[in-house]
Structures are given as C-alpha cells and as structure tokens.
C-alpha cells in the first residue's frame, strides 16, 4: 500500500468477510483456500469472520464493495444486508466453480443484490 500511494487512506484488516462474525476455518485444498463455517476438524488455519455491515461502524458507509473470494461470495454478501441496502458500486469476481462448494449459485447472489435475473 506504501509503494502505491494508499498506506494514509487504506488499512489491512487480518481477518474474512463472512455472513456472522466468529471464526472460519480454513484448509488448503488444491490449491485454493476453503472456508467452511464453524468446521470442527483440523484445519490449517483459523481466520476471524467479520460481517461487512460490523466495518460501518468503524470505518463510515461503503460507497464502494469489492469482493474476489474464491466461492464464498454468498456468505460474505449474507453478511453485508446494510451495505447493499445503500446500493454501492460493486466490484464482484464470482466463482462459479467453487460457489457449489459453499451452496451457493448465481441466482442467489442477484437475489442478494437485488439485480433482477
């Protein structure tokens, strides 16, 4: 961010957007870093969950949202009801691929944008 300009306007928060705050539980599986919500077993990593409408408070409205989550674009826009509300420009990379890994489909996520399909 230093490199760039942004180290004065950006923050780098340690932690995953998710529908509810906690903690998820991520592994390494080929290649790609799954989430699975409230995992009991192993995992390589345990991350905090944030929701999107919880950084508001904090941080003011979201006039911008750009998420690129590998499938768990469901979950975390689940957790952003507030932002969207708002109607924010979106940046939004789905993964059709992965979005059946976490129950998700991209019916669901214009649902969760109010786009009509």
């Not at 991350?47 to 408070?57: H, I, Y």
């Not at 690129?68 to 059709?96: N, T, W």
């Amino acid at each position: 961010m230093q490199l760039n300009g942004w180290g004065d306007r950006c923050e780098i928060l340690h932690g995953a957007g998710a529908e509810e705050s906690g903690v998820l539980h991520m592994e390494a599986t080929a290649g790609n870093n799954i989430f699975t919500a409230g995992s009991e077993k192993s995992t390589t990593l345990q991350v905090d969950a944030v929701r999107g409408d919880d950084l508001v408070k904090t941080y003011g409205p979201f006039n911008l949202l750009k998420v690129d989550v590998e499938g768990f674009e469901k979950q975390v826009l689940m957790g952003c009801p507030d932002i969207l509300s708002q109607r924010p420009r979106l940046a939004y990379e789905l993964h059709l691929a992965l979005m059946g890994d976490f129950g998700a489909s991209v019916g669901d996520i214009f649902d969760l944008i109010d786009v009509g399909h």
